[in-house]
């Protein structure tokens, strides 16, 4: 069984309804184990409409948590300073979003995927 990590703008397409999205989301479901950075987590809420509570609730229930570790934060910062290295700005958020996927050894699930081109890191570009 594979672990697959989901980016916040994943989550939202699924929430509003975004049927290319939805399907890709329950594909990955049925084959593997659907995981969150508490970062993600946080975004997915705080992005959330009116309305939309319930929804965004079980979504994210049906998702594993991982939590920002020591190691998820070092290794973060690690990412940070190679963009910073390269003469890439790297926000925080997305630096722990990618650590958590690259020490599950998980793919990572995005549509943004220029904010993720760190090495090693397995991005899988999402159209919605």
């Given at each position: ?110 549509c943004n995927p220029r904010h993720f081109a ?11």
């Amino acid at each position: 069984m594979s672990d697959f990590v989901l980016d916040s703008d994943v989550l939202i397409w699924h929430l509003r309804g975004n049927a290319k999205v939805a399907a890709l989301v329950s594909t990955l479901a049925s084959s593997g184990r659907l995981a969150v950075s508490a970062i993600t987590r946080t975004e997915v809420l705080c992005g959330m409409l009116p309305g939309e509570e319930r929804g965004t609730a079980t979504l994210l229930d049906a998702c594993l948590t991982e939590p920002v570790s020591v190691e998820v934060a070092d290794s973060a910062a690690a990412l940070v300073r190679q963009g910073r290295g390269k003469g890439v700005v790297v926000r925080v958020p997305d630096a722990l979003i990618a650590a958590t996927a690259l020490l599950r050894n998980a793919p990572l699930y995005t549509c943004n995927p220029r904010h993720f081109a760190f090495d090693g890191l397995d991005v899988r570009p999402v159209t919605h």
